[in-house]
C-alpha cells in the first residue's frame, strides 16, 4: 500500500528511541565502549576491569544484557565505573561520559534520512527520547542531519525523567498536542517498551539493539526486525 496516496494512519506520532532503535546498537557502542575505556584505563587490565563493571567484554567487544549502557543514563553508567575510577567524583565523571558520547560514531539501523522524510510526509509527528543525555544525543542527530526530522528531542536529564517512567513519553504528547492513545513508542528494550505502555501509547518493538524478540514480546504490539519496517506497519493500521 503506498502511504501517500489517500490512507489516514491511525496514528498522530512516533516516538524513538535513539540507540538500538534509530541507531544499530552492536556496532556503534562497541567500538565507543573500547575507545573510552582504554582512554580512561591505567593499562589493559584496568580496561578489562572497567568493562566489567559496565558488563562489557573488552576482549569480545560484547555487551552482558544487565549493561548499563544498553539502558540506562549517563548518571548510570558513571556510577558503576566509580569504584575503579577513585579518583572522579560522579558528576565529573558523567560530564566525561557525556563528553565521550557525543563524539562517538553511530550506524544507522536504516537509511534514516529518507524513512523520517517518508513518515513525516504522513503528517506525523515525530521524536525522540533517550536514556542518554540530551546533549550528545542531538549530536548524534545532527552528524547524521536528521535533527530538523523531529519535532521532541529528549534525554533524562531534559526534566522528564528516565524510561521506563512515562515522563518524556507523556511530555512528547503533551508538547505537540497529541492523544498518547494514537503515538506509538518505538525502541529495542524492555524501558522503551514499559514507558511507552505507562503513558498509553502503542508500542513496536525492534531487534537493532540487544534484546531478543522473546524479551520484548509480552509488551511490544509489533516486534519489526528494524525501523524500516514502519511503513508496512503503518500501512496495516489505515483506514
Known amino acids: 500500500m503506498d502511504l501517500t496516496q489517500g490512507t489516514t ?10 540507540d538500538g532503535t ?12 573500547t ?4 582512554e580512561m584505563a591505567t593499562d589493559a587490565d584496568h580496561a578489562r576491569r572497567l568493562g566489567r563493571a559496565i558488563g562489557f567484554d ?11 549502557v544498553i539502558a540506562a543514563t549517563a548518571a548510570d553508567i558513571a556510577a558503576a565505573l566509580g569504584p575503579e575510577l577513585p579518583g572522579w567524583t560522579l558528576r ?12 562517538a560514531p553511530m550506524t544507522e539501523a536504516v537509511p534514516l534520512r529518507p ?4 513518515l513525516r510526509d504522513l503528517g506525523l509527528a515525530l521524536g525522540v527520547a533517550t536514556n542518554d543525555s540530551e546533549a550528545p544525543a542531538r549530536q548524534h542527530l545532527a552528524a547524521h542531519g536528521i535533527t530538523d526530522c523531529f519535532d521532541f528531542i529528549a534525554g533524562y536529564d531534559s526534566g522528564h525523567g528516565a524510561k521506563p517512567g512515562p515522563g518524556m513519553c507523556l511530555a512528547f504528547a503533551r508538547a505537540l498536542h497529541l492523544d498518547p492513545a ?3 513508542m518505538v525502541g529495542d528494550s524492555r524501558h522503551d517498551l514499559m514507558a511507552g505502555r505507562g503513558a498509553g501509547m502503542r508500542t513496536v518493538a525492534v531487534l537493532t539493539g540487544m534484546a531478543g524478540a522473546e524479551e520484548l514480546l509480552p509488551l511490544a504490539d509489533v516486534i519489526l526486525p528494524d525501523i524500516g519496517g514502519l511503513p508496512e506497519w503503518l500501512a496495516g493500521l489505515c483506514d
Open 9 to 18: 494512519p491511525l496514528l498522530d506520532g512516533l516516538l524513538f528511541d535513539k
Open 22 to 33: 534509530l541507531f544499530d546498537f552492536k556496532t556503534s557502542w562497541g567500538r565507543w565502549a
Open 35 to 38: 575507545g573510552f575505556l582504554a
Open 58 to 68: 573488552a576482549d569480545t567487544c560484547q555487551f552482558r544484557p544487565d549493561s548499563p
Open 92 to 103: 565529573a565523571l558523567t560530564g566525561r561520559i557525556d563528553q565521550a558520547t557525543g563524539a
Open 115 to 118: 524513512l523520517l522524510t517518508r
Open 182 to 184: 494514537r503515538v506509538a
